[in-house]
């Protein structure tokens, strides 16, 4: 039997697409799905809370509300801090970077597999 010919373009296994679509979705759900949490540090004599609420996995790159109070321990000592909507073009770019780097790996072990299987089953 005669060798198949070499592929004129890229091609995936449809069970490998049809995973990568899925995991291209839940990446995409995580990364637009509202993100709460506060922080808080103690610093040269400095008690400080932030909340925040944003956007974007692993790292928050849209802040749509991001709260500062910081207390000291004189107790005439207050100031607030408040910004919105801020974009962090850094961030959005490694979330971007995670994303894809995810989506290689899941495309590569679905290939792998689907190679493995099909060198068996031959």
């Known amino acids: 039997m ?3 010919p070499p592929r004129k373009r890229f091609q995936i296994h449809l069970s490998t697409a049809i995973v990568m679509m ?8 995580v990364n637009t ?5 506060q922080e808080y540090s ?12 944003g956007t974007g996995w692993p ?26 909507n801020d974009l962090d073009i850094l961030a959005a770019f ?3 970077a995670v994303a894809l780097f995810l989506i290689f790996a899941v495309w590569f072990l679905c290939d792998w597999g689907n190679r493995r299987a099909a060198r068996k089953g031959a």
């Not at 899925?22 to 759900?29: D, R």
């Not at 103690?42 to 609420?53: E, T």
Request: aromatic share 18%; net charge negative; with cysteine.
């Open 2 to 4: 005669p060798d198949a």
């Open 94 to 96: 490694a979330d971007a």
């Open 59 to 84: 790292l928050i790159y849209h802040f749509r509300r991001y709260d500062s109070t910081k207390w000291s321990y004189n107790p005439y000592h207050y100031s607030s801090d408040t910004r919105s």
């Open 33 to 37: 799905v509202e993100h709460k949490g």
């Open 42 to 53: 103690n610093g040269d004599g400095l008690f400080i809370r932030k909340d925040y609420a």
């Open 22 to 29: 899925c995991v291209a979705g839940e990446l995409m759900w």
